[in-house]
């Protein structure tokens, strides 16, 4: 192990490559344009998401962190996005605890690993 990573922190590796895309096609029973579709509707989809977030986290809305998280982890775990689902599922246990420390800093971590994950998604749909 490499003593000057922590583990909560991703290499320099992990944080540029945000997907397994080998998973994702899997996933998808190695279909490539349904890949391609999966990826468009979450595209689509996901600042929606995002925004339900944001706005449960302002409200100090537990039970809606907790199934908009769900939901986006949900969606994320079909690329492989291990840091987003993490971040996810982190809310997502904010959420169903009902204590909200630390809130703001986990939706955050989730808007990071997003938006380090869209690119890699637009590269493979623009293939």
């Known amino acids: 192990m490499n003593a000057d990573q922590t583990p909560e922190q991703p290499s320099v590796e992990q944080q540029l490559q945000q997907l397994d895309e080998s998973l994702a096609l899997s996933r998808v029973g190695g279909d490539v344009d349904l890949l391609r579709e999966v990826i468009e509707l979450f595209l689509d989809d996901y600042p929606n998401s995002l925004k339900n977030i944001r706005n449960a986290v302002s409200a100090k809305d537990a039970t809606s962190i ?3 998280a769900h939901t986006l982890k949900g ?27 630390g809130v703001e800093e986990g939706f955050s971590q989730l808007e990071d ?4 994950l869209v690119p890699e998604l637009q590269i493979i749909q623009a293939r």
């Open 113 to 116: 690993a997003l938006h380090a």
């Open 66 to 68: 907790e199934h908009e």
């Open 75 to 101: 969606s994320v775990s079909t690329f492989g996005a291990r840091r987003a689902f993490e971040a996810a599922l982190a809310l997502e246990k904010l959420g169903r605890s009902k204590d909200l420390t």
